[in-house]
Every structure is written in structure tokens, then in C-alpha cells.
């Protein structure tokens, strides 16, 4: 199976909160991170936890991680339209310097 | 501050053309350096990735190859494409430990 993994769709109305999940299977992981991809553009780095931390919070976003389970989530307070977007999970591991990315999660937010 | 540029933002080539894509960063030095594609608007496939001049790992079999001719500079070719070779074609840099990457704006490539 794949080595990260999301769900490929969330629904959400405007100004609810939006909580994207992901799950990984390295243990190993000390990064990992989420990126936002706007239609046809690149992908831009959102936020990142480094593995001995349980939240991080940004303004709007909150990371959580729960390394017994290999879950990671982010939750978006307020979801805006502007939001509407693929939200990618991603790790990095102490063997290497490369990312390994989840299949993304298509985010829509209703007026 | 750091810039990542890739061109062209769109290309449509036709069966068995070639092609050569163009990544170049700005305001670092010996980056590490990434070609991503992604079908469909969705998962990220890593295609090569460099950490210095010269130096081409590739991740996945296929008629595509890369070239770093300059430290800033990374190129993504192929002689004859393929129909299935379609995608959006992403380029990245990334730098030290706990490695974020920060990604061009893609190049939607159509062969037909």
C-alpha cells in the first residue's frame, strides 16, 4: 500500500471548520508537512511539524499529530472559498532528505 | 529572498516530438533540486531529483531524462514523447535538513 495516504474529497460550507487527514506508515518520519495546490498552479507549503511535537497552530490552521497512530490532520477554523483547493500531506524520513507525498485531498468549500 | 522559475507555463507537443523543460532558483546556492509529475490533478510521481551539477538520480523508469548543467539549472527532456507522458510537470528546490520544498508554478504539458 501507499506509504501515505488521504482521503480524496472533503465538502465543507463556508466558515465551518475543515479537518483534512492523513495517515503514514514510517516511524521514522521526523518532518512532515502540508502543502495547498491551487488549480493549475505549483504547490506551496501551508505548514510543518517536526516529529516531537503533538500541535502546532498558525492563525487559521492547526496541525495535529498522533505518532503511535500515524495520523496527522489539518484543520482549517473558518473555511473560506478562497480555501477550496488539493491539501497534500508529506514526509520526510532520518534515512534520507526526500519527500514522500500523500495522494491529496480535493477540499470544496460551499457558499 | 528565494525564486523558483519554470517554463513554459503550457506546451502541447505532438506524439514522438521532443521536449526539454526549464527549471532555474534564485538566491541560494547548491540547492537540491526535483522534477515531480502529477496526472489528473492529483498525487505527486518524483520523476529525478539532483543534489549537485551533474548529479541525476532517477526515480522512475521511462523516456524522460534530466540535466544539471548549472548549480541553479535543471532540466527535464525527452527525445520522443509518449501520449501517456501528458501531465502537469512540476519543479522544486529544497535545502538542509528537515527538507521543505518549494515548488515552481508547473507546466501543463498535453502530447497529442
Known amino acids: 500500500g501507499e506509504d501515505v495516504e488521504q482521503s480524496l474529497f472533503l465538502s465543507v460550507r463556508e466558515g465551518d471548520s475543515s479537518v483534512i487527514n492523513c495517515t503514514y506508515t514510517?516511524?521514522?518520519?521526523?518532518?512532515l508537512y502540508w502543502y495547498k495546490q491551487e488549480p493549475g498552479a505549483g504547490l506551496q507549503l501551508l505548514t510543518y511539524i517536526f516529529s516531537n511535537m503533538d500541535m502546532k497552530q498558525d492563525q487559521r490552521l492547526t496541525v495535529l499529530l498522533n505518532k503511535k497512530d500515524k495520523h496527522l490532520s489539518l484543520r482549517i477554523a473558518d473555511t473560506q472559498t478562497g480555501d477550496s483547493a488539493i491539501y497534500f500531506c508529506a514526509e520526510i524520513r532520518n534515512a534520507g532528505n526526500m519527500l514522500t507525498f500523500g495522494g491529496g485531498t480535493r477540499l470544496m468549500v460551499k457558499p | 529572498s528565494q525564486t523558483i522559475h519554470q517554463w513554459p507555463a503550457t506546451l502541447v507537443q505532438p506524439v514522438g516530438s521532443p521536449l526539454s523543460l526549464e527549471c532555474t532558483v534564485e538566491?541560494?546556492?547548491?540547492?537540491?533540486l526535483y522534477w515531480y509529475r502529477q496526472a489528473a490533478g492529483r498525487g505527486l510521481q518524483l520523476l529525478f531529483y539532483s543534489v549537485g551539477i551533474g548529479q541525476i538520480s532517477s526515480e522512475v523508469p521511462q523516456n524522460l531524462s534530466a540535466s544539471r548543467p548549472q548549480d541553479r539549472q535543471f532540466i527535464l527532456s525527452s527525445k520522443k514523447l509518449l501520449l501517456s507522458d501528458s501531465g502537469f510537470y512540476l519543479c522544486?528546490?529544497?535545502?538542509?535538513?528537515?527538507?521543505?520544498?518549494?515548488f515552481g508554478s508547473g507546466t501543463q504539458l498535453s502530447v497529442l
Open positions: 538566491g541560494t546556492s547548491n540547492p537540491n
Open positions: 522544486a528546490w529544497g535545502q538542509g535538513a528537515g527538507e521543505k520544498l518549494f
Open positions: 514510517d516511524s521514522s518520519s521526523t518532518y
